[in-house]
């Protein structure tokens, strides 16, 4: 129905940058809420950051002032510039998407398969 579909991560060196990309496609009449979570090994899946339909956006704690999420809507993509990584921001990286099928369904949550991002020290 919705596909959500990552790109981007890879390895990268403390102090550097990496840009993730998420594409939805599939039957879609409406996005809400997009999103990043991850997940570190051995740890609970966590929120990364959010942005609502309207552009406001929700950072975790761990990385405010380094993460920015934006959106492209025409494209119904989300992405999440990471700068001045860290080693403990590795971890796979999934996107969310908020989105309903027609104009009378409700809202459902997709997520995508997730992208690994590598920090070393």
């Known amino acids: 129905q919705v596909q959500a579909v990552e790109s981007g991560g890879g390895l990268v060196q403390a102090g550097g940058s990496l840009t993730l990309s998420c594409a939805a496609s599939?039957?879609?009449?409406?996005?809400?809420?997009m999103g990043w979570y991850r997940q570190a090994p051995g740890k609970q899946r966590e929120s990364v950051a959010e942005?609502?339909?309207?552009?406001?956006?929700n950072y975790a704690d761990s990385v405010k002032g380094r993460f920015t999420i934006s959106r492209d809507n025409a494209k119904n993509t989300v992405y999440l510039l990471m700068n001045s990584l860290k080693p403990e921001d590795t971890a796979v990286y999934f996107c969310?998407?908020?989105?309903?099928?027609?104009?009378?369904?409700?809202?459902?949550?997709?997520w995508g398969q997730g992208t690994q991002v590598v920090v070393s020290s």
């Open positions: 969310t998407v908020r989105a309903r099928h027609r104009s009378w369904s409700g809202l459902n949550d997709y």
């Open positions: 942005i609502t339909d309207g552009g406001r956006s």
């Open positions: 599939g039957s879609i009449f409406s996005i809400s809420a």
